[in-house]
């Protein structure tokens, strides 16, 4: 017995918390790529989400794609979309404060969302989970079921994947560099904006990922990306605005922290993040891994 | 033309009702359809009650005693606020008289203290609060279609009937969430079943493992869900996915609307108790009315909240065509007074705390082979008699009963 509550259940609660964690560290990756690389506060990330999750429906639904093809696509769509927006509407913003490229990502979030409200309504549609990964593990302390671990496991692995990209290759530190400065990098032949247009189609791709991975768990409806974008934002800037390592790390943990307090005192399940948020800017102002600016 | 017809109107008229001494002041009726457009109930309401009072409207020849009935609409995005302001200019400043839907006991309840205040009537079709008919009652105020004791006493009810004495609820936190599962305890309770013990879940949620586990190992054999919309679609769809319900525990939806179970798939929701206040494939008249909704709304057919809309706003025309005036305490009387009888209810009553008393029924949700096509989806099981349904009138606690 922990905290009044019998070992078992509390490690139920434990690792369901690190799935949750598994789907704000996708979420929040993103968001931080382009945060850290971009300077955009991408409020469309929520929309993205959606869209990607959508994207799975429809491509099942008019085209019998079910969901290993959607994997692929809804990514690719999304992604696409995503170097559109970049490239038509936020390029014009770089010279601008970050204000503008929040306001006009935050418009289009509204835009997005309003319009697969009009097509599809607000109730969701149904997305079945996969054949291959039906059914659940009896873990003793839990029922697993297999989708959950499935999502667990990719999400891991993008994180780690993209981690390694940034921080490891060359491709990586030419983004880094081009952070830093910006016309240097350019004078050096390199393709400054199509590097930042192909981050922000990628940054958006993962938050599509995303949504395919949550389409067979939530209902698949306009409003899920609203849901849960300020959570996310609140993880970003525990972690460090910016930071992608600490995106990741701080995902995870504050999934386990969510999961105890569904467990301890499940009134506060909403608000606990915020909590934490509020607590640690007041004592670390550049989140856990930001650096001071 | 038009003064032609007025006058023809008005001759006919006092031809038919006599000397006219309650006059329809502003020579018009005009009915408001207040309602979520946009937020988590706009399916289930939303743009489907406007059409529904529109087309009540129509049936009815778009005439009442030769004055012509007018439609607005507006979103109140399920806050009181808003609905509070907009009620206030309807009735204040653009002669609105009467105001259908209502869905979200906030904002219902928001605009019975404007309505209350001036006299005015209100249709409330979509809230689900008790107190609408008790503690906050008024003389003009209607509570049609359905409200929490009716759901969750029927389909709890119903439940332990087949075995399920033991409950465990998952409840959103706020009033409506609150009474809804107030309202199942008192079944559970007064049918000898126990209450396990409940978790009250944040409002909206999307993630409803934690609670769903913390379900589980209550051992309960019944997890009832006091929310509605999207938080009742995700805990049943996630319910399946951890093997609870394969596991020999069952949900109960203690509000559930066709919509939900749409967005469900009938391969998830099958085998779902239920209690309704309408169901379109029911009878001739239903389905009459329910194919011409969907051939003007892409093929959705009306939940219960949009087919009282009808209903409430077509009542509502009769009494002012009865009463010869638009005033508000006038109407209401009239409509007290004359039985509802049209697709919705047989034999529909109002009494003196405002609730609209009529039969509900019970649904079992079909599994997919047994249903034939789109929005086919309920088998009733039984219907319930209003006066069994609803909470009896001694048992009210509106000032305006009578003890």
């Known amino acids: ?35 850290g690389l971009l300077n955009i506060i991408n409020f469309t990330h929520g929309a993205l989400y959606m869209a990607g999750a959508f994207a799975a429906w429809l491509v099942l639904t008019y085209l019998g794609i079910g969901y290993w093809g959607a994997l692929l696509l809804a990514p690719l769509a999304v992604g696409l979309f995503g170097m559109l927006l970049e490239r038509f509407l936020l390029s014009r913003l770089y010279k601008l404060d970050h204000l503008y490229g929040l306001l006009l990502t935050f418009g289009l979030a509204l835009v997005i969302e309003g319009g697969f409200r009009q097509l599809y309504g607000v109730s969701g549609m149904p997305y079945p989970v996969p054949k291959e990964l039906q059914g659940g593990w009896n873990l003793g302390v839990m029922y697993l079921p297999i989708y959950r671990g499935w999502v667990v496991v990719v999400s891991a692995s993008v994180c780690l994947g993209t981690w390694l990209l940034v921080e490891k290759t060359k491709l990586g530190s030419y983004l880094r560099a081009a952070t ?29 990922l995303a949504g395919v991975l949550a389409a067979p768990i939530y209902s698949v409806n ?33 999934g386990l922290v969510e999961g105890l307090t569904k467990l301890l005192y499940p009134e506060a399940a909403s608000t606990i993040i915020f909590l934490v948020m509020a607590v640690l800017l007041l004592v670390k102002p550049a989140g856990l891994f930001g650096k001071e600016r | 033309m038009m003064i032609r017809k007025t006058i023809l109107g008005t001759v006919l008229s006092v031809l038919i009702f006599g000397p006219v001494h309650a006059e329809i002041a502003n ?41 012509p ?76 279609t359905y409200d929490n004791y009716a759901t969750a006493g029927g389909t709890a009810t119903a439940v332990i009937k087949q075995g399920g004495t033991s409950w465990f609820f998952l409840t959103a936190d706020y009033a409506f969430g609150h009474d809804l599962q107030a309202q199942a305890e008192r079944v559970v309770k007064a049918n000898g079943g126990s ?122 025309l009769k009494a002012v065509q009865q009463a010869n005036t638009t005033e508000g305490i006038r109407v209401a009387d009239k409509m007290r007074e004359i039985p509802i009888n049209d697709f919705f209810a047989k034999n529909g009553k109002i009494r003196a705390d405002g609730r609209m008393v009529h039969d509900m029924y019970l649904a079992e949700v079909k599994a997919p082979a047994e249903s034939k096509g789109p929005w086919d989806y309920y088998k009733i099981l039984r219907t319930i008699p209003g006066d069994e349904a609803f909470r009896p009138l001694s048992e009210s606690t509106c000032p305006l009963v009578k003890k």
């Not at chain 2, 408001?32 to 020849?61: H, K, N, R």
């Not at chain 2, 605009?111 to 009537?121: D, F, L, Q």
């Not at chain 2, 009742?232 to 394969?246: C, P, S, V």
């Open chain 2, 27 to 67: 020579h018009k009726v005009k009915i408001g359809v207040l309602t979520d457009m946009s937020g988590p109930y706009s399916d289930l309401a939303g743009q489907g009650s406007v059409m529904a009072a529109q087309m009540a409207i129509e049936d009815f020849g778009g005439k009442v005693n030769g004055w």
């Open chain 1, 180 to 208: 830093e400065n910006r016309a240097l990098v350019q004078a050096f032949g390199i393709n400054v904006p199509m590097m930042v247009t192909l981050t922000f189609g990628f940054g958006v791709a993962l938050a599509a």
């Open chain 2, 69 to 144: 009935v007018e439609l607005v609409s507006a979103d109140h995005q399920s806050k009181a606020d808003i609905a509070s302001a907009i009620a206030r200019k309807w009735y204040e400043n653009e002669e609105v008289d009467a105001i259908a839907d209502l869905v979200t006991t906030a904002a219902a309840r928001a605009v019975r203290e404007v309505a209350k205040e001036k006299g005015k009537v209100d249709l409330d079709s979509g809230p689900g609060s008790l107190p609408l008919t008790n503690d906050w009652c008024s003389a003009t105020g209607f509570h049609w």
């Open chain 1, 1 to 35: 017995m922990i905290f009044g509550v019998p070992l078992q259940a509390l490690l139920g609660q434990l690792l369901l918390g690190l799935i949750n964690g598994a789907f704000y560290a996708m979420l929040s990756l993103g968001l931080a790529l382009i945060f």
């Open chain 2, 195 to 316: 209450v396990l013990g409940s978790v009250r879940h944040p409002f909206p949620s999307s993630d409803f493992s934690s609670f769903l586990l913390q379900a589980q190992s209550s051992g309960a054999k019944i997890i009832g869900l006091a929310n509605a919309g999207n938080d009742t679609i995700n805990a049943i769809k996630q319910a399946n996915e951890f093997g609870i319900t394969k596991n020999g525990q069952s949900i109960a939806g203690l509000l559930v609307f066709i919509t939900d179970v749409h967005s469900l798939g009938l391969e998830t929701a099958k085998g779902m108790l239920l209690t309704t206040g309408f169901y379109w494939d029911f009878d001739e008249g239903t389905r009459a009315f329910a194919k011409r909704f969907g051939a003007r709304m892409n093929g959705k057919m009306p939940t219960m909240v949009q087919a009282g809309v009808y209903s409430s706003v077509s009542h509502y």
């Open chain 1, 222 to 254: 306009p409003l899920m990306g609203s849901n849960l974008i300020i959570v996310v934002f609140a993880v970003v800037v525990i972690g460090g605005m910016g930071s992608m390592g600490g995106a990741i790390i701080t995902s995870f943990a504050l």
